[in-house]
């Protein structure tokens, strides 16, 4: 059988892992800079933490883990011939896979919240795994960049969120808009259109817009029993685009009214300190997932045709799922492996990531190459990245090796520079060959 990868993922070379590395190291810098610091946790986690917390179509991507052992032994027989899934899912797996870093970072804050200082601000950089259709941009399994603050309903978070994203998309080299909108605005839409019982069937559809236009989510919020007149209704007041306007649209919403206030101090906060990226209001913005609560953030990259790159929210209630009730938290996270795709369609990163090796060491015969080993050592001591083909084969052999690999300098030792102790360094960008003693290459090299 032909080997091949599971569906919706990708292996990663040398090069691209390379790259990754400078996305995260990147970020990272930026998170640290803003006073975030690292956690881990399993790629693992319980189902009863992470069903529930997405919707129901985030439930349905959910990655399952079987039992171990006879994981058919718990299910009943007359579920088996009825063909129950639900029931038999939960009889033969207790596990899955996580499907984001924000249910498992509110499972972690509530059982270590003894050990946590409050405001709580952290970044989480590992991979998670959902069952979509895999296509441009989206996989399933993927590498999320997460930074949240819990523990404060401050909306000053809010604003450093995104100056996170302008900063830490800048030093990516992406042009880039931030949208925000706040899920109590949706509310107040969901009140005034008198649909506030079907509010998850409204923002589900919605949320669909910039993908299937207008006339698709007419069709969904048909489909999810939305009455004709709430439709009209609901696509009349997000065509309003002025703030003012549709504080006076909403004017009989207290939800929707305080879900603009939070967007007016959010922006007064964002205003006070210089930002270059295009941030906007964006009202058919809903995101689907379920713990949303106050102001929720996406971002496109500007002449790409990729979906988000980044987005996020405030949850003010997700941890009491866990226990621990009235934390207040607010994160964003970064989708490197689209962030990846972007920066090769822009060709932005940079040419240096493609040089692991710095130099690669040449022998000639079987003398030379015991004292090109023995050299190698020097080299890696002045923290110089080294190698040495491992047979003094032909010279075209191990000049074309180095060239595959896109080292940028070559050493070649022969009998007469191991008597004289002058080493032939070439430069293989421009063809230049010198004539050194060992540590004046080092020096050179580093």
Known sequence: MKPSNAKGTRDYSALQVAKRYYIFDTLKSIFSKYGFCPIETPAVEKLSTLTGKYGEEGDQLLFKVLNNGDFLKSVKDEDLQNRDYKKMTHDMSSRGLRYDLTVPFARYVSQHQSEIQFPFKRYQIQPVWRGDRPQKGRYQEFYQCDVDVVGSDSLMYEAELVRILDEGFRALQIPIVIKLNNRKVLNGIAEVAGVQDQFTDMTVAIDKLDKIGQEGVEKELTKRNIAPDSITKIFELLSIKELPKLKEA????????????????????????????????????????????????????????????????????????????????????????????????????????????????????????????????????????????????????????????????????????METGMLMLKNMETGMQVQSTLGEIIRKLS
């Open 250 to 417: 909403l004017g009989s919403s207290e939800v929707g009214l305080k879900g603009i206030d939070e967007l007016e101090t959010v922006f007064n906060y964002i205003n006070l300190q210089p930002i270059e990226s295009t941030v906007e209001l964006d009202y058919t913005l809903a995101r689907g997932l379920n713990y949303y609560t106050g102001c929720i953030f996406e971002v496109k990259a500007v002449g790409v045709e990729m979906g988000s790159i980044s987005g996020g929210g405030r949850y003010d209630d997700l941890t009491s799922a866990f226990g621990l009730k009235n934390i207040s938290g607010v994160g964003i996270s970064f989708g490197a492996d689209r962030i990846f795709d972007v920066l090769e369609e822009l060709n932005k990163f940079p040419s240096r990531i493609e040089k692991s090796t710095k130099v690669l060491l040449i022998a000639m015969d079987d003398k030379s190459h015991l004292f090109a080993y023995k050299s190698l050592h020097y080299f890696r001591e002045a923290n110089i990245s080294a190698d040495l083909y491992p047979e003094p084969a032909k010279m075209k052999k191990q000049m074309k090796y180095a060239n595959n690999k896109n080292i940028p300098f070559v050493i070649i030792i022969g009998e007469s520079e």
